[in-house]
């Protein structure tokens, strides 16, 4: 799927409420106490990226760019060891590799002992979502996902200080986005370098036998369908194929995108199936599952 059709085929939007998210530096280490916000998922994630801490390319012409931090657990103060961190962004022309086996621009990686990651990349330059729409400029920007088991996955975006469209862009401008701004500076070998930590958010489970039954097909009320695949801890959303969403459970059968995207419910039929409603901005659909997988 081309990237300029994005925002005119996903139309199913809400806006989702959490905490900001931040670590101090007390001096000695950094400490916090509220989990690292999240972010919409975008439609271009693709799983399998190949483990490697360089995504530089020779031919590129983008800002050398050195993204590191740390991964804590929700008390804002534990690294984690072998949290699993991915990212992936446009070139320098405005593109995403949507479908190489190069996966260009997309990486992995686990955590050393102390939490710490690093990438060296380039830096990704905004882009309109929608070419006959102005207003759809995206902020240039930085997708990651951390996994952790006990953790609830995190997806969410890094935006830059002083970058253009972040204050007209939806979700860059939200509240919630505030410490994912982040300040573009300069390392003591002159690389350009971008430092986010990130605060993790205790899983809540969900038994695997209720995923069963809320995966699948479903025939929506205004004529589309959507699909709802598990990975991992999180529900990937698709919307007539595009993936539009990857939501995290939040108890009571009920789930959330991030900034922007749906609330979806579950309601477990009597006789096997499941019903969804998802709730966006303006109105709520309902579906029926009609395909379950094996």
Not at 175 to 180: I, K, L, T
Not at 210 to 229: H, P, Q, R, W
Request: net charge positive; hydrophobic share 30%.
């Amino acid at each position: 799927m081309q990237r300029r059709t994005f925002i005119k085929n996903s139309s199913l939007t809400v806006i989702s409420i959490s905490t900001f998210g931040g670590l101090n530096w007390n001096g000695t280490n950094y400490e916090g106490d509220t989990p690292t916000t999240t972010d919409i998922l975008g439609p271009f994630y693709r799983p399998g990226a190949p483990l490697r801490n360089n995504l530089r390319l020779a031919n590129s012409n983008g800002t050398p760019i050195v993204l590191k931090g740390i991964i804590f657990k929700e008390d804002g103060k534990t690294p984690i060891n072998n949290a699993f961190v991915e990212i992936w962004h446009c070139d320098e022309h405005e593109v995403y590799d949507n479908a190489s086996d190069d996966y260009n621009y997309r990486g992995a990686q686990k955590t050393k002992a102390d939490g710490t990651y690093a990438f060296k990349s380039i830096l990704p330059v905004p882009y309109k979502a929608n070419p006959t729409d102005e207003a759809s400029w995206r902020p240039a920007h930085i997708h990651m996902r951390v996994s952790v088991p006990d953790q609830q996955d995190l997806i969410t975006q890094l935006y830059f200080k002083g970058g253009k469209y972040v204050e007209t862009d939806n979700w860059a401008s939200a509240p919630q986005a505030v410490n994912r701004i982040l300040a573009v500076t300069k390392n003591t070998s002159g690389e350009s370098e971008i430092v986010f930590n990130v605060i993790m958010r205790k899983e809540i489970p969900l038994d695997k036998k209720v995923y069963d039954k809320i995966t699948g097909l479903y025939n929506m009320n205004d004529d589309s369908k959507i699909e709802f695949i598990q990975n991992d801890d999180l529900l990937f959303m698709k919307r007539n194929g595009q993936l539009i969403s990857g939501l995290t459970y939040k108890g009571n059968n009920s789930f959330e995108g991030g900034i922007g995207f749906p609330k979806v419910r579950f309601e477990l039929l009597t006789n096997g199936g499941s019903k969804t409603f998802v709730t966006t901005q303006t109105k709520t659909y309902t579906g029926e599952k009609f395909l379950k997988y094996s």
